[in-house]
C-alpha cells in the first residue's frame, strides 16, 4: 500500500541512518571511474536507498560495493539511478536493482517488511477517470517501483480504472508529456482532499521516474564488470 509518511519529529530515514551508518557502507563507482562514498539507508526488493555526498544523474548505471558489519565479503551490486533529492549536506538516491537485494542488507537497513521503497515526488498532473471520463488535477506525492500515491480533488473509488497524465522536461528543456494507466487500490477523504493508492497496469516499472528503468536494467544484464579493478581501488583508497 502506497501512502504518505507520518510526519514525527525524526523521519524515518534519519532513524534508518542512525542504525545503517556503522554497519552497511561502501564505494559507489559510476560507468567513468568515479567513485564516492555511500551509507545503506533502506533496502527493500529491488530497490535500495542510499546517502552519497555528490548528486549522480538520474538514468545512469551505478557499481555499488558494500561492506557490511560481520560479514567477511563486500556485497556486489549494479543499478540505475531513478530518484535523487538533496539533504543538508548529502544527497538521498534511489538505485534500481536488477535482481532483489541480498537479505543481509534488509536486516542491515532496519528489517523493513515493504516490498519496495516509496520515493517522494512532487509531480502535477491530471487524472483522467476511465469510467466516466471525469478529468481532475492531480499531485503525486510519491511513487514505488509498481505503484504511486496521488492527492487529486475529488473522489475516486476504490477499483477504478484511472490514467495519470503529467510533463517533465529533458535535458534540453523540452517539454515531455508522459501517461500511465493504474488501477485504485484504495482511497481517503483526508481533511478536504482525496488521496488514492495505484498499482500500475501499464508502463515501464518506476514510471514516474520519468526514465525507462526497464530498459536500462536490461543494459546492466549484458554488461561485464570488473570487480577486481573495483575493489583495488576502493582498497587502495582506505586508509
Not at 15 to 41: F, M, P, Y
Not at 65 to 83: F, M, N, R
Request: some cysteine; hydrophobic content about 35%; overall charge negative.
Amino acid at each position: 500500500m502506497l501512502s504518505p509518511d507520518p510526519p514525527s519529529s525524526k523521519s524515518q530515514r534519519e532513524r534508518l541512518l542512525t542504525v545503517s551508518s556503522s554497519e552497511a557502507a561502501g564505494t559507489l563507482t559510476d560507468l567513468h571511474g568515479n567513485t564516492q562514498s555511500a551509507i545503506v539507508l533502506d533496502v527493500a526488493g529491488f530497490d535500495v536507498l542510499l546517502l552519497i555526498p555528490s548528486p549522480v544523474s538520474v538514468g545512469s548505471r551505478l557499481e555499488l560495493s558494500l561492506k557490511v558489519h560481520d560479514q567477511p565479503e563486500p556485497y556486489l551490486l549494479s543499478g540505475v539511478v531513478h530518484w535523487q533529492q538533496p539533504r543538508v549536506d548529502a544527497w538521498e538516491i534511489g538505485i534500481a536493482l536488477p535482481e532483489p537485494a541480498p537479505k543481509e542488507l534488509l536486516f542491515v537497513a532496519g528489517g523493513s517488511s515493504r516490498d519496495a521503497i516509496r520515493y517522494r515526488s512532487s509531480i502535477h498532473g491530471e487524472l483522467w477517470m476511465a469510467q466516466d471520463g471525469q478529468i481532475c488535477r492531480a499531485t503525486a506525492l510519491n511513487y514505488s517501483r509498481d505503484g504511486f500515491c496521488l492527492s487529486c480533488e475529488q473522489q475516486v473509488e476504490s477499483g477504478s480504472t484511472v490514467i495519470f497524465h503529467w510533463e517533465d522536461q529533458t535535458e534540453d528543456r523540452v517539454a515531455n508529456r508522459r501517461s500511465v494507466s493504474a488501477h485504485v487500490r484504495w482511497s481517503s477523504d483526508v481533511a478536504g482532499s482525496f488521496l488514492i493508492g495505484c498499482d500500475l497496469l501499464s508502463g515501464t516499472r518506476y514510471a514516474l521516474s520519468g526514465i525507462d528503468v526497464d530498459e536500462r536494467i536490461r543494459k546492466i544484464r549484458g554488461r561485464q564488470i570488473d570487480w577486481s579493478k573495483l575493489l583495488t581501488r576502493e582498497t587502495a583508497s582506505t586508509p
